[in-house]
């Protein structure tokens, strides 16, 4: 048989054994995760917990020991710069993290938001927010991950006890500022534990420091010291309940933030009642980025009043946003955007609430940015990353649980380099994506018959020849003078 296989003629069918050998692997993209993962039991589903903790600015970890959030970057992976998006504000960056998109394409493009064509307005501190219509440009990542067949549990994470495309979290606890971080902790390790068929698979969790913190003292108080090592006692506390309940060594944990925070100057307000009558617009959302929608027939005056107004302040046209910011594309961006300078705020007047801490400035300056580090068996150990951006976040969260990310602007390609490498032999661990139970067996079985089809014709063909050499021998002369007079073609 082999001799059969070497001799001339006979490399067409050496390439239907290759490819009949190969045939499974051809296949296996929708058959198999990269990590050739496929048919495992459900005890080994991929895990991942992504905490927050609000207004954790990147360089906190430097200013005071911080061991717990260094156990963590040691044992796994720490970026060191990480730009979110414009605004820097909660809602729409909490909403970037479990979208993977900018605030122009999600929709929550402020904490507070008017509605021209509804005549409705959004606030984070009303009713408003459980309101679906706002949520529902984009489609948060608890939404796709249950629609895969998977659970997830939430806990206090903006947007999670929100009916969005008509689905809850698997198991989620509505907002209460009161309900406290250790018990936050102890009931989504309990969905984390439960029996395999209810536990959840991708968890969230909010924290509302240190950004209350940093708005009230400013971070370049003394007493945010305090604050700051608190929340690393608080990343101590998670590690020991993740670790009681048997979940350390095979959770992947992410924890960052969603923004930064800056210090203000009781010198530096802007006073709008300055430049333009209250009469002239309506104001949306708060200092640093102020949206204003003029009176009707308006917008002329009072963007020529407010621009060059004062030096602290830059006025946009939304239609003159910068694109680097993304935030122009959306019917909830208002006409005028006023964006202070970093340290300073804006006011009517300054009988205004002032705080000494705020972002929501531009996105590139470090002030605004936020904290991440994450470990588990997903990642890679002690590796530190120079940059990345929020946005890829997304599409890393849905390669940890193999679920098929919606469009989005980021990339896995950007944050590869935060995974463990893929094992050469590896077990069965990851779940198939629920669109591969599609047509790619039947695709496989269907090749696999017409290549097995194609291979016996071959063998049957070369076997008679072989028994026919004569006949063989006769063709071989027929076709001669034919080849001559082709090379003189
Ligand atoms: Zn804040």
């Known amino acids: 048989m082999l001799g059969f296989l070497k001799r001339e003629g006979c490399d067409s069918l050496i390439c239907l054994w290759a490819m009949l050998l190969l045939l499974p692997l051809q296949v296996s993209p929708h ?9 495992h039991s459900i005890p080994d589903r991929p895990k991942l917990l992504l905490v927050s903790f609000d207004g954790f600015r990147c360089d906190y970890i ?5 061991p717990n959030f260094h156990i963590l970057k040691d044992e796994g992976v720490m970026v060191d710069q990480v730009e979110n998006i414009y605004i820097t504000k909660t809602f729409p960056n909490h909403y970037t993290l479990v979208t993977g998109v900018y605030a122009e394409t999600h929709g929550i493009v402020a ?11 959004f606030s984070m501190e009303t009713d408003s927010r459980f309101d679906s219509h706002w949520w529902e440009e984009a489609v948060p990542l608890w939404v796709t991950v249950q629609k895969a067949g998977r659970r997830s549990g939430a806990v206090m994470w903006p947007g999670t006890d929100v009916k969005i495309h008509g689905v809850y979290p698997s198991k989620y606890l509505p907002y209460n500022s009161s309900v406290s971080f250790e018990s ?21 969790l909010y924290w509302e420091e ?15 010291d305090e604050v700051i090592a608190g929340i690393d006692e608080k990343v101590g506390f998670l590690i020991n309940e993740l670790k009681k309940a048997g979940l350390y060594e095979k959770m992947n944990l992410i924890v960052t933030s969603d923004h930064g925070m800056t210090q203000l100057f009781a010198d530096n307000i802007i006073e709008l009642d300055e430049y333009v009558s209250r009469d002239l617009y309506m104001w949306v959302d708060k200092s640093p980025v102020v949206g204003i929608l003029p009176k009707e027939g308006k917008l002329e005056e009072v963007y020529n009043k407010l621009l060059d107004a004062n030096p602290n302040m830059m006025v946009y046209r939304k239609e003159e946003m910068p694109p680097r910011y993304h935030y122009q594309h959306n019917s909830r961006i208002m006409p005028i955007i006023l964006e202070a300078k970093e340290g300073w705020t804006i006011m009517q007047n300054r009988t205004g609430h002032f705080m000494l801490g705020n972002h929501g400035y531009d996105n590139t300056l470090r002030s605004m940015q936020p904290v991440f580090v994450a470990r588990g068996p997903a990642f890679r150990q002690n590796h530190v990353k120079p940059f990345m951006r929020s946005v890829d976040i997304y599409p890393l969260m849905c390669h940890i649980l193999s679920v098929r990310p919606l469009p989005n602007n980021g990339s896995l390609l950007n944050v590869q380099d935060l995974l463990a490498p893929e094992p050469v032999t590896s077990t069965p661990s990851v779940p198939p994506r629920a669109e591969e139970y599609s047509y790619a067996p039947v695709v496989g079985c269907f090749l696999s018959v017409v290549m097995v089809i194609g291979f016996l014709m071959v063998f049957i063909r070369e076997v008679t020849l072989r028994q026919l050499p004569s006949l063989q021998h006769r063709r071989r002369e027929m076709s001669q003078p034919l080849l001559q007079e082709d090379l003189h073609l």
């Open 111 to 121: 904490n507070e938001m008017f509605d021209s064509s509804l005549n409705q307005s």
């Open 184 to 204: 936050r902790v102890e009931q989504i390790i309990e969905w984390f534990s439960g029996p395999e068929e209810e536990a959840v698979d991708f968890g969230v």
């Open 210 to 224: 240190p950004d209350e913190s940093g708005h009230r003292l400013g971070p370049q108080s003394s007493q945010m």
């Open 62 to 66: 430097y200013r005071v020991p911080t």
């Open 31 to 39: 058959g198999h995760d990269q990590s050739g993962t496929r048919g």
